[in-house]
């Protein structure tokens, strides 16, 4: 992990230790592979500028996060899960079934999902949703019937991009980053070439096509990854022709060997993406387990650490990882000292 240098007088919390003595002191989190990097920068800084003991962060995905998080309340649970993705309404339902029934969200800011290749590799530059769909779906309808997906170089996707061999290398079903990427580039490609109303006017239910969308081929044109970014740019290195899906925060650490391309004539950049302009990104989130408030020593004053202006507005060192920093930013920091829950947001 990168060495990060605060100033101690700038960001340090007055906190004093619990009372009572705890057989579990440090904070544990775990979940999403995108928001490890960021968390382990907070659990450090925590840890070197607080009386409270370094949080211990693992990863392990969002879903596997979620999962860890909503088996129930103790100190032989988690504290906090990270996620790329909002958390599901099952999933809800199975942390109140567990005993976990109030979960308090903070979202952290904004990540954009980027396209990026060799810096001296073919000429991708821009995309379009509608090329990725129709590179990597499994199926597509012609002629009223669904057949194995026919294109094998770019350039017969489409005429403006190179004429190579279609050889991606996408994030892995169990990576939140894989949901947006399904939804916001393989589905809406599927919409925007016409093929998902073709697939329920050939009698699809919508949710079948839906899947059938985001079902990506499995003939070796599409490599799900499902380590972390630095295996996608080991493929992408050792394959001058390869594309990778990349998180903004890791291309941005690795301009001297990545181009990134546009998508939807939008190029990724902080500012795009934190406004909205940029049609493939996400909000980051972790989730906090009220019930462990003030059992587990340093718990709120960690996740009010990790928001501070600081720490995750501009300037701070989040950004300068890459964390687009959340316009709305102080009504996160108002939701974590009143302590406002899911439910009392719905209500």
């Not at 990104?281 to 650490?305: C, N």
Request: hydrophobic content about 40%; charged content about 20%; glycine content about 10%.
């Amino acid at each position: 992990m990168k060495s990060v240098t605060l100033t101690a007088s700038a960001l340090a919390i007055a906190v004093a230790a619990p009372a009572f003595a705890q057989s579990r002191e440090n904070v544990q989190v775990a979940g999403s592979s995108t928001v490890l990097p960021y968390a382990s920068i907070v659990a450090e800084a925590f840890g070197e500028n607080t009386d409270f003991p370094t949080p211990v962060v693992e990863s392990g995905g969002s879903s596997a996060g979620l999962a860890r998080f909503c088996e129930g309340v103790g100190e032989n649970s988690i504290d906090i899960a990270n996620a790329s993705r909002a958390i599901r309404d099952g999933e809800v339902e199975t942390c109140a079934e567990n005993g976990v029934e109030e979960i308090i969200e903070v979202r952290i800011g904004y990540d954009g999902i980027v396209f990026a290749s060799q810096q001296s590799g073919p000429e991708f530059t821009a995309f379009e949703p509608s090329d990725w769909f129709s590179a990597l779906a499994a199926e597509i309808p012609q002629d009223g019937e669904m057949v194995s997906n026919p294109n094998s170089t770019w350039a017969d996707v489409n005429g403006d991009l190179p004429d190579v061999e279609i050889s991606a290398f996408i994030p892995g079903t169990k990576h939140g980053t894989r949901e947006v990427f399904e939804e916001n580039v393989l589905l809406q490609g599927c919409e925007d070439t016409g093929a998902y109303d073709q697939m329920v006017e050939a009698g699809m239910s919508e949710d079948d096509a839906e899947s059938a969308c985001m079902a990506v081929r499995t003939d070796g044109a599409s490599v799900d990854i499902d380590g972390d970014y630095t295996e996608t740019l080991a493929r992408i290195e050792s394959n001058p022709d390869g594309i990778g899906v990349f998180g903004l925060a890791f291309y941005e650490n690795n301009t001297d060997t990545l181009k990134v391309a546009t998508m939807g004539g939008v190029e990724p950049s902080t500012e795009t993406i934190a406004s909205g302009e940029y049609p493939v990104s996400r909000p980051l989130f972790f989730y906090i387990k009220k019930a462990h408030i003030g059992v587990i020593p340093g718990l709120k004053e960690f996740a009010s650490f990790f928001v501070s202006d600081e720490i995750a507005g501009p300037g701070g060192p989040l950004a300068n990882y890459g964390l687009v920093p959340d316009p709305e930013l102080a009504d996160t920091q108002s939701k974590i000292e009143n302590e406002t829950t899911l439910g009392d947001e719905q209500s």
